[in-house]
């Protein structure tokens, strides 16, 4: 199968293989955005990049366990549907981080679940829970 080139400002040209390829329905904003890449920020770094290979579009993420361990989201069914999972096995939890003047926030409202086995993904829209959609990171 063909590699993927994905033309990027921030990050230049970007060679990926199909196989790495997220796929979801569309973002809340950014229904156009469709395609995606996760990658690192850099090895000692907890933050990753979600890079749209549709458009120039990308967002800070991170594992939100590694600063709210007692982050409980709920996830019903249609979440689970949304990514083509049956049972929450494999499933990936990240949290896109705002990073503005010196500060960092998590979205703890709206996380995006990843299944690893489809590579579909879906911004999930949280009803129970009083999760914020700015939460502050402390430094660790």
């Not at 920020?41 to 290979?53: K, R």
């Amino acid at each position: 199968m063909e590699r993927v080139k994905i033309e990027t400002q921030r990050f230049g040209t970007l060679d990926a293989d199909p196989a790495e390829i997220l796929h979801f329905d569309g973002l809340p904003g950014f229904p156009d955005a469709r395609r995606f890449l996760l990658r690192e920020h850099d090895t000692s770094s907890v933050f990753g990049w979600l890079i749209c290979a549709d458009q120039e579009l990308a967002f800070v993420v991170t594992d939100p366990f590694q600063f709210f361990p007692a982050y409980q989201p709920e996830l019903g069914p249609h979440h689970l549907c949304a990514v083509g999972a049956s049972e929450p096995g494999p499933l990936e939890l990240l949290c896109i981080a705002d990073v503005r003047d010196g500060a960092v926030h998590l979205n703890l409202a709206a996380p995006l679940l990843i299944d690893a086995h489809t590579r579909r993904g879906a911004q999930v829209i949280l009803e129970t829970g009083n999760h914020p959609t700015r939460a502050p990171v402390r430094p660790r």
